[in-house]
């Protein structure tokens, strides 16, 4: 790669990055580049997991837990979303990871947003899918396990 053209793709890559931060914020920006939890775990590694589409861009979101004494010990997700979508399934994952499932239960879209330093109005059905999401795999949860529910 010549050195020109690997000048011109760095300021490329700033001004998008400047761009996004503008748009967004640095926290969803940074979450979005470098998500925590991506990834389907193996299926010994899951305890429960609930995959969903919504929202008005129909994205995909799936949340897996593995949980032991009513504690959730990893949380993972993967979506086919925007950079929005990607931070706000990160940000449910690292909120509710080393959590108790009541707390992961009674989480709210204002919880994540707030992590998340703001959402633009646009994206608010992100934090509401992910929730919705996480809302519907406890409850498979509490009926799968009945010593919980």
Known sequence: MSKDFKEYVDKLQKRILTEDIEDHNEKIVNLFHNPINWGKPSKEDITISEERRGGPKNYFLGLYLKIED????????????????IATGCQTTILIENKSLDYAENLKSDDIEEALMGLPKEEKHCVLLAIETLKNLINKYKKKYTKYS
């Open 70 to 85: 009513e504690k959730i010990t990893k949380a993972n997700f993967i979506t086919d979303g925007c950079g929005v979508m």
